[in-house]
């Protein structure tokens, strides 16, 4: 799994990339080669008081995208909602069981 990660005006981008590595290889790790380039957008909404927006977006290897977001009042948060439904939606997207 490849990450891109957009973070612009990001504090603590450090923590927040390896909070982000983790969820992700949390959600996707069973889908293993199928997956390509992750690629990541962290978006403060409403400046420092605001919500924060964590839109994902991966590549399958054998074509097609697959899409979450999640707003939420912290970035951790945000990326764990998104996250959960990446993987969820890639579930879906390769047809495998266990998926609604």
Known sequence: MRLKLHAPDQPEIRRLRAHLKRRLELV????????????????????????????????????GDVCSEADASKMTAAIAFSAERLGRAVRRALRLPGAR
């Open 28 to 63: 996707l790790s069973p889908f293993g080669d199928r997956i390509g380039l992750v690629t990541v957008w962290l978006q403060d909404l409403d400046g420092p008081r605001g919500d924060r927006r964590c839109f994902l977006r991966v590549k399958l290897i054998r074509g």
